[in-house]
């Protein structure tokens, strides 16, 4: 799937293309998810072993209005379970990544201030809650975040626990850790780049999106 940012025409192109093939109604849901798109919070995910943590937590940032989630894999590509992902990963940015540190550094670079769970936390999720832009960061479900990781990172948190179990399954505490950072956020995305992910929302809705594109092309040429 291409990137909003790398779409394959021109987006008035998609649109004058595509929009006639949907109704109203999803036209409007395009616009509305588009609208509450999330740039200042990026997911990260290290290491993860199993293929339905990895789905869940993609599950959960697209419902939550993140767009963004990298992966990164240490001599195994990440798996996703596709019962429990429902498709989601069409909509969303996966980025792949073999180093733990580059991927940490290059979101560093882009402004997040990168911050890792970990029982070891440093801050509190309301001070995490509380950074403009931030990046946060799920480790392995048996060792958690690596040394390389946490030492590329600004710092860590960790959900606060009040029953005898020492930790969270990855999926839940990200979905605890994603809610609470996302809730009063509103939709960040330029005006530029909430049409384009509109467009984007059309190509990966319409069937055969290419062949209607390249018609409405051919016809618009021959101005027919």
Known sequence: MPSSSVLPWPVEVIEAALSPLFLPERLARFDAVARARLQSVVVVLESLIDPHNTAAVLRTSDALGIGEVHLIEHGVRPLMAQSITKGCERWIDLHTHRDSARCAEGLRARGYEVYAA???????????????????????????????????????????????????????????????????????????????????????????????????????????
Not at 139 to 158: D, L
């Open 118 to 224: 970990d029982v070891r936390a440093t801050a509190t999720l309301d001070e995490i809650t509380a950074r403009p832009r931030v990046a946060l960061v799920f480790g392995n479900e048996r060792t958690g975040p690596t040394a390389q990781m946490r030492a590329a990172c600004h710092g860590t948190f960790a959900i606060p626990m009040r029953g005898m179990v020492e930790s969270f399954n990855v999926s839940v505490a990200a979905g605890i850790t994603l809610h609470t950072v996302t809730r009063g956020r509103p939709g960040d995305l330029g005006e530029i780049e909430t049409r384009a992910l509109r467009a984007r929302y059309m190509l990966e809705s319409a069937r055969e999106p290419g062949l209607v594109i390249e018609r409405y092309l051919l016809e618009r040429r021959s101005g027919t």
